[in-house]
């Protein structure tokens, strides 16, 4: 997630202090991913050092305003303009946990899935509830309609997951049943490997 473009998102809209930053981020993302003061000093002395805004004076209780310079625009406007990268995904905890229960001793990978589903499954329908109070009234602003976006992506992340969860299930059941048809072999050592290639490697190579 880019604190650093949310931020710079928010001063194009007028120079803001610090804890006000906080407060509208939080309020637009409907508390999704919430910030701590610290976080937003520390990316706010970034984005000047960075000459993206700079100080601009203070307000009537004596907070220290930030405006976005022209170069902030500059830097606002390409994020805007490009697309996310999806070739390096970020680390997602599930994945490395099924990855790891695979044939780990002890470890029933089936009950780490229906578990996890469970929990998915609860917080869709949690998602689902929010999303049906903010529709309850028309959204009357452009935070309450960011707010809406957001829960409409977490539901849909929410199910994706659950169908990944049901496809993972149903494959391992499919190579239980390969397995036990095979006939038994000596175990051996296993086969040397080269060194692993990242998702983007592999896509070029499919090219």
Same mark, same amino acid.
């Given at each position: 997630m880019s604190i650093r473009h949310? &931020?710079? $998102?928010?001063?194009?809209?007028?120079?803001?202090?610090?804890?006000? &930053?906080?407060? !509208?981020?939080?309020?637009?993302?409907? $508390?999704?991913?919430? &910030?701590?003061?610290?976080?937003?000093?520390?990316? &706010?002395?970034?984005? !000047?050092r960075d000459g993206l805004i700079v100080q601009d004076g203070s307000d009537d209780s004596g907070h220290d305003l930030y405006a976005i310079t022209d170069d902030g625009r500059t830097e606002l406007r390409t994020w805007f303009g490009t697309p996310v990268d999806r070739t390096s995904p970020p680390r997602d905890e599930l994945a490395i946990k099924l990855a790891m229960a695979v044939g780990a001793p002890g470890v029933d990978i089936r009950e780490v899935i229906q578990s996890q589903r469970r929990h998915t499954l609860r917080a869709m329908q949690d998602y689902t509830r929010l999303k049906a109070q903010a529709l309850a009234d028309v959204p $009357?602003?452009?935070? !309450?309609?960011?707010?809406?976006?957001?829960?409409?992506?977490?539901?849909?992340?929410? !199910? $994706?997951?659950?169908?990944?969860?049901?496809?993972?299930e149903s494959r391992l059941v499919r190579l239980a049943e390969a397995a036990a048809t095979e006939p038994s072999a000596e175990p051996g050592p296993a086969p040397a490997r080269g060194p692993a290639r990242s998702i983007a490697d592999r896509a070029r190579a499919k090219r």
């Open positions: 949310g &931020l710079l $998102a928010l001063l194009e809209r007028g120079p803001r202090y610090g804890s006000q &930053l906080r407060t !509208e981020f939080e309020s637009r993302t409907g $508390a999704t991913w919430p &910030l701590n003061v610290g976080q937003v000093y520390t990316t &706010l002395s970034r984005l !000047e $009357a602003d452009r935070d !309450e309609v960011a707010w809406l976006l957001v829960v409409e992506q977490l539901i849909f992340q929410a !199910e $994706a997951e659950a169908r990944w969860l049901d496809h993972c």
